[in-house]
């Protein structure tokens, strides 16, 4: 009887997540296609941000977690597909633009930050720790009265797969964090980070090798 409930409140919750994202898409002018599992658990109290006219499209897959106080800032254009068992925390912000993954069983941790321009995506069992900010874009000045925000580039950003992004890191476009990598916090990653690795420091370098078969043997990270 309790897991019925329980069930009852998640679909109850994410139904009502999901009649919002299409009345505030409605407000701007905006087609929202929202495809929510059943098994989610997606809050009604999300924070949302819909920039139209466009299109936009969100998928939460099953027994993922969208928990209240998550900001959603989508423009024109965004796909946000996220597939199972993620859970993005309480104080996160998603600004997409672009198209945002998380292939599944992902963590994005409590006041972290992904800015989609273009593509980022986390692949399986990538996760981070807290406040720490994904970014596939940047901004540039052609003079110096010219103003930056006017002008922007941007290239994919990829974190691999079951790779970990310590608190407070930050990762910065173009960039590839490789298969059970590992960035240090208050890092600033611009260049890819190998397979295994640890990378540490701004901007970050590499300061390790084969993590993980270290730690196997009883020798830390640190």
Known sequence: ?????????RHCGSAAAAARLHASAATRGTQCKVDIDP????SPAIRLA???PGRIAIRVGPRSIIEA???LQLGPGAQLDIGPDVTIRRGCVLNVTGHLT????NLLSWGS??????????????????MITVVDGSHY???PDDHWYHNGATAPVVIGYNAWLSSKSTVGKGVRVGAAATVAANSLVNDDVPDECL???VPAQIVRRHINRLRAKGVGEG
């Open 199 to 201: 990378a540490m420091g």
């Open 69 to 71: 106080g998550v900001l």
């Open 113 to 130: 930050v992904v800015h989609c321009a273009a593509a980022v995506t986390f692949e399986q069992m990538a996760g981070t720790g807290e």
């Open 50 to 52: 819909i920039e139209g």
């Open 102 to 105: 998380f292939v599944g069983t």
């Open 39 to 42: 098994t989610a658990a997606v």
């Open 1 to 9: 009887m309790k897991q019925r409930i329980a069930r009852t409140l």
């Open 141 to 143: 000045r052609r003079s």
